[in-house]
C-alpha cells in the first residue's frame, strides 16, 4: 500500500510596513522617524468623496438669513392712492406696489436652510484621505511634541519655518485636543498659518493648505479615535 505524503503549503504573510516619516524639532533638524500608522495612511483617496466633503462643508458655511418684504409684509395705507381713470396716469393700487420706493420686493431672497448631509463615515474618510493626499505629495509634516511647550513668541516659529524652507503658502498646523494655548499665542501673528485641534479638524481645512504640520501626538490620538 503506497502512502502518498501530502505536502501542506503554507502561505506566509508579509506584514506591511507603514510609512516612515522624519520628526522634526524646532531647531529644523530631523530627531528620529516615526512609523505612520497603517490604519490611517492606507485609506484610499476619492477624489469624489473630497468633492463631495469641500460642497457640504462650503454650503454648510451659508447661514440662509437674508430676507425681504413683500408688498404683503410692508406696513402702510392700502388706500388706493387715486382713481381709476381720468387722471391720464397708470392705473395703480396701494402705496406698498413694488414699483413705488418703499413698496415691496418682487422675487427677494427669504430665509432657507441651505444644509447638507455628511454623515460620520463620510467624513471620516474625507479626513483620512485628504492626510494621505498630502502624504503622498510630499506635503506632510510631523512634529516633536515638545511644540507644545514652546515660548509664546512668533520669532520662534519665523526661524522654523526659514530653517525647513516653509516661507510661502498656506500652512496648517494640528495639535491635540485642548492643548491649544502657546503655539497658538506663537502663530496668530503670521498671516499664512492656521492653528487647528483635531477634533476640529476637516478635509477642506486640509485641502486648502499647502503644508499640513502636525504634532506625532496627534497622529497618535486619531489612531486610537480611528480603532
Known amino acids: 500500500m503506497v502512502t502518498e505524503n501530502k505536502k501542506k503549503t503554507v502561505k506566509k504573510t508579509t506584514k506591511k510596513i ?12 530631523t530627531e528620529k522617524d516615526y512609523l505612520l500608522p497603517e490604519n490611517i495612511f492606507s ?15 462650503l454650503t454648510n458655511q451659508r ?7 413683500t408688498r404683503g409684509d410692508v406696513t ?11 387722471t391720464g396716469r397708470a392705473r395703480h393700487g396701494d402705496i406698498k406696489a413694488p414699483i413705488f420706493v418703499g413698496g415691496g420686493v418682487v422675487g427677494g431672497p427669504k430665509p432657507k436652510n441651505y444644509a447638507l448631509k455628511f454623515n460620520k463615515k463620510q467624513k471620516r474618510k474625507s479626513l483620512l484621505g485628504a492626510l494621505n493626499l498630502k502624504k503622498e505629495k ?10 507644545l511647550k514652546i515660548e509664546p513668541k512668533t520669532k520662534i516659529l519665523i526661524n522654523f519655518f526659514n530653517k525647513m524652507n516653509l516661507n510661502k ?40 493648505s499647502q ?9 497618535d490620538m486619531l489612531t486610537k479615535n480611528n480603532k
Open 18 to 29: 507603514g510609512y516612515s516619516i522624519p520628526v522634526y524639532d524646532l531647531t529644523g533638524k
Open 43 to 57: 485609506v484610499k483617496v476619492s477624489p469624489k468623496l473630497l468633492s463631495q466633503s469641500v460642497r457640504a462643508y
Open 63 to 69: 447661514q440662509g438669513n437674508a430676507s425681504t418684504k
Open 76 to 86: 402702510g395705507s392700502t388706500r388706493k392712492i387715486y382713481r381709476q381713470k381720468g
Open 138 to 147: 510630499n506635503n506632510l509634516v510631523v512634529l516633536n511634541d515638545r511644540f
Open 169 to 208: 503658502g498656506k500652512k496648517l498646523i494640528v495639535i491635540p485636543n485642548e492643548e491649544k494655548r502657546n503655539l497658538s499665542l506663537a502663530a496668530r501673528n503670521i498671516s499664512n498659518v492656521e492653528v487647528v485641534e483635531l477634533r476640529s479638524l476637516n478635509a477642506y481645512q486640509i485641502l486648502s
Open 211 to 219: 503644508k499640513i504640520l502636525i504634532l506625532a501626538k496627534a497622529i
